[in-house]
């Protein structure tokens, strides 16, 4: 699932008819899907994208053109695992693709 607004303010929705039909759902940033009941994301870690945000901020403000910035990408990516509602929806995951997650919710 993309993060956007119509399905972030939708996202109670979505978790609910993803685990009454047994849907594995992926979505793109852990906060808030994966922390208000989704099963798992995988996407870039934004308090690291926030961090160089900012530093491309201050460089701009210290007199850098912003032409001159180079484009950056996100250098992180965080998969987040919901085990709660795993169970609840009974998908099972395996053990080897849980030791892989930045963090898992129980």
């Given amino acids: 699932m993309v993060a956007d607004s119509l399905t972030t303010l939708n996202r109670k929705r979505v978790f609910d008819y993803a685990g009454a039909h047994h849907i594995p759902a992926l979505y793109e940033y852990d906060i808030p899907n994966v922390y208000d009941g989704g099963l798992m994301s995988y996407g870039p870690d934004l308090?690291?994208?926030?961090?160089?945000?900012?530093?491309?901020?201050?460089?701009?403000?210290?007199?850098?053109?912003?032409?001159?910035?180079?484009?950056?990408?996100?250098?992180?990516?965080?998969?987040?695992?919901?085990?709660?509602?795993?169970?609840?929806?009974g998908i099972e995951l395996p053990m080897n693709f849980l030791a892989l997650a930045n963090e898992v919710i129980e």
């Fill in 47 to 89: 308090k690291e994208s926030m961090e160089r945000a900012a530093g491309l901020t201050a460089r701009i403000l210290g007199g850098a053109r912003p032409a001159d910035l180079p484009f950056e990408e996100p250098t992180h990516y965080k998969l987040v695992i919901n085990l709660k509602t795993a169970k609840a929806t």
